[in-house]
């Protein structure tokens, strides 16, 4: 079956930490997106990839950073947490020019 | 840029009546939409798509979608609710964000509606 796995569920990080969130696909997928879930807001696009070392801004880009070295896995990086990034995080991956698209279970952080 | 927008925050229906939860989107060209659905503290399930054609979608779970030109909508119904149908519902359209390689399609997403099924 295929999977886009976020390596955690759960985290609680302290204000002016750095943060990785990590996301790795299995099925080969060009694409990878990084989304914000908030009550009300729905989901945001962080940042995109459309290829390994490429990177596009979404909609929220400021605060975060990314990094996609090899095909699989694309990281969101909080280069110092604040606690207006306390939020669901998800994953998602697709194939160029698809209309299927796969979600991570995503990861919910708090930032204290 | 296109969008979708969700009119309700929350929809309450009793188990066995049938349910929409409505979409509308706003589209330069031909709509690609999506629904989605989240159960607490899950990622997204995809539901269904149109892409083109019929007008009336088929999807998972005994939902379904119908497409309507005229009034730019993509309601989501089911004829019969269940309890376990409770959940967090997205729309979305497919949009194109263009980069220096040329453009990738990406979906944008409505706020969400929780859906409640009372039993």
């Known amino acids: 079956d295929v999977k886009v796995t976020q390596s955690s569920r759960y985290l609680v990080k302290r204000t002016g930490e750095k943060v990785f969130l990590e996301c790795v696909q299995d099925?080969?997928?060009?694409?990878m997106f990084w989304y914000r879930q908030d009550p009300g807001l729905g989901l945001r696009l962080i940042y995109f990839?459309?290829?390994?070392?490429?990177?596009e801004k979404g909609d929220i880009p400021e605060g975060y950073s990314v990094s996609r070295e090899k095909k699989e896995r694309f990281s969101l990086i909080l280069e110092s947490a604040s606690t207006n990034q306390t939020s669901m995080y998800l994953c998602?991956?697709?194939?160029?020019?698809?209309?299927?698209?796969?979600f991570g279970s995503g990861t919910r952080l708090t930032v204290v | 840029a296109q969008s979708v927008a969700q009119p309700e925050d929350q929809v309450n229906v009793a188990e066995g009546n049938p349910l929409t939860v409505k979409c509308t989107y706003s589209?330069?060209?031909?709509?690609?939409l999506f629904w989605y659905v989240q159960y607490p503290n899950r990622g997204l399930q995809f539901l269904l798509k149109?892409?083109?054609?019929?007008?009336l979608v088929k999807g998972s779970y005994g939902f379904e979608a119908e497409f309507n030109k005229s009034q730019t909508s993509f309601h989501l119904k089911k004829p019969s609710a269940l309890v376990s149908d409770s959940a967090l519902y997205f729309c979305?359209?497919?949009?194109?964000?263009?980069?220096?390689?040329?453009?990738?399609?990406?979906?944008?997403f409505g706020r969400g509606t929780s859906l409640i099924v009372h039993p």
């Open positions: 998602a991956s697709s194939l160029q020019g698809s209309y299927g698209y796969t």
């Open positions: 099925m080969d997928h060009e694409n």
């Open positions: 990839s459309y290829d390994v070392k490429m990177k």
């Open positions: 589209v330069s060209g031909n709509p690609y």
């Open positions: 149109y892409i083109t054609g019929d007008n």
């Open positions: 979305a359209v497919r949009d194109l964000r263009v980069h220096a390689s040329g453009g990738s399609y990406i979906p944008t």
